[in-house]
């Protein structure tokens, strides 16, 4: 069985094919400027390419991408037949969906409904949808949704203390984002663990970034909110601040709401604060020569996660593994030991130099002593969405 994945922003388009039965990409890449001018980057047969290649809409950048999938030297398929099924990455699924689902009108008509509460994301991923449904009528389109794996979260964990009445008529919770790299990453922990009652935090260090108690397998507590600007300091993202700061911000600067929620949104996080660029690694050469702005954002950033590794141990009563994962949490060693660093208190101990080693695999970088596991796991929400698609549509 061959699986298309999507994942559709508002000018980009990452994409993979994929077999979910023997887990082989065949193809991967991704389109980027779309409706400015277009740019592909394709990996395929072991072989790189970058392309400029016009792409007014998401519908010539999927045709480019079938079209170089099924010809020329890059090709891995003879026809889009052989594609089965595609899967769908949807940011936002509401209080709807719990797990992922074939999509059909109701679903889409759903979807609609909750562009209210993801304006930026969910209306490229119905545009990514229709135009699969219409280039390649026939074949089932799967959704699999950020939030759905934290729709086990505790009322007491998703509600903000704000009128009941808001939650009931206009839906404002906590619903968290990432839901696919927790599961994915959580469900890897509890096999290293080789326990099923475990108590796993998943740190999910990217640009966005946010984290996650997970329970016996089950999402418990999560930092993003009713949006992913709740929690962790991003790359660009403030995370948790006083509400008060945003009405204060809109005095002071002559903004309007939706202009200060972008302001905290695009222009604050490790790029606010450090003035020197949302890239963790730049952050870093910086504080590195002696920049002590860049320090302080690296130790705001550290500070704020450690802060929610203790909150959510005490959620669990308890933590049997740490786990890192995305850019940051896979490949920034100085950022997992400054987090781990004065946690030893509650048996967190990390080893130094297997914390050094870089490869893409899991692995274990706690001392013997540990009690608790500190484990770095590479994310693959490729991989879930390609097996969600599949067990949905084998029987079809
Ligand atoms: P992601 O959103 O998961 O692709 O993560 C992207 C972020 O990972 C980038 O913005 C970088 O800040 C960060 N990153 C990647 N490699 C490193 C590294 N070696 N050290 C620090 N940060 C890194």
Same mark, same amino acid.
Request: hydrophobic share 35%; with cysteine.
């Given at each position: 069985?061959?699986? #298309?994945?999507?994942? /559709? ?7 993979? &094919? ?8 065949? @193809? ?7 409706? +400015? ?17 016009? $792409? ?27 594609? !089965? ?10 209080? #709807? #969906? ?9 679903? +889409? ?38 939030? /759905? #794996? ?42 290293? &663990? ?16 946010? +984290? ?8 418990? !507590? ?17 995370? !948790? +601040? ?15 709401? /939706? ?11 490790? &790029? ?21 702005? @860049?320090?302080?954002?690296?130790? $705001? ?44 208190? $509650? ?50």
């Amino acid at each position: 069985m061959l699986v #298309f994945i999507l994942n /559709a922003g508002s000018s980009s388009l990452k994409y993979q &094919l994929m077999n979910p039965e023997t887990t082989e990409v065949l @193809a991967s890449g991704l389109c980027e400027r779309i409706g +400015i001018d277009g740019k592909l980057i394709h990996e395929s047969n072991d072989k790189k390419i970058k392309q400029e290649i016009e $792409m007014p809409t998401h519908k010539e950048a999927i045709e480019v991408v079938l079209n170089i999938l099924t010809k020329g030297e890059e090709k891995v398929i003879d026809s889009i037949s052989q594609i !089965d099924a595609i899967g769908h990455r949807v940011v936002h699924g509401g209080e #709807f #969906f719990n797990s992922s689902v074939i999509v059909n009108d109701d679903v +889409i008509t759903k979807l609609e409904g909750l562009i209210p509460l993801a304006p930026l994301h969910n209306p490229a991923n119905i545009m990514g949808i229709k135009i699969a449904q219409e280039i390649m009528p026939g074949k089932p389109n799967v959704a699999v949704f950020d939030t /759905a #794996f934290h729709q086990t979260m505790p009322a007491s964990n998703y509600m903000y203390a704000v009128p009941y009445e808001d939650y009931k008529d206009y839906g404002v919770r906590k619903y968290g984002f990432h839901g696919t790299s927790h599961y994915y990453v959580s469900n890897e922990a509890r096999k290293m &663990l080789n326990k099923e009652d475990s108590k796993v935090i998943v740190c999910h260090l990217g640009n966005g970034s946010s +984290i996650c108690a997970v329970r016996d397998g089950k999402s418990i !507590d999560t930092s993003m909110g009713l949006t992913p600007l709740e929690g962790l300091v991003m790359g660009t993202r403030s995370g !948790d +601040i006083d509400a008060g700061v945003l009405s204060y911000l809109m005095e002071k600067k002559n903004m309007t709401a /939706a202009e200060t929620v972008n302001y905290l949104n695009k222009k604050s996080g490790l &790029l606010g604060v450090s003035g020197i660029s949302s890239d963790l690694r730049e952050i870093i050469e910086a504080a590195a020569s002696g920049n002590e702005r @860049a320090q302080t954002t690296i130790d $705001m950033k550290c500070s704020r996660i450690r802060k929610y590794i203790c909150s959510y141990a005490g959620s669990l009563e308890g933590v049997d593994a740490i786990c890192f994962t995305a850019g940051i949490g896979e490949n920034a060693d100085l950022i997992r030991e400054k987090v781990c660093d004065g946690l030893e208190f $509650m048996g967190v101990e990390i080893d130094s130099d297997k914390n050094k080693v870089r490869n893409d695999k899991n692995r274990e970088i706690n001392k013997d002593s540990s009690k608790t596991k500190i484990y770095v796991i590479p994310t693959n929400e490729e991989l879930v969405i390609a097996q969600d698609t599949y067990k949905l549509t084998k029987a079809l």
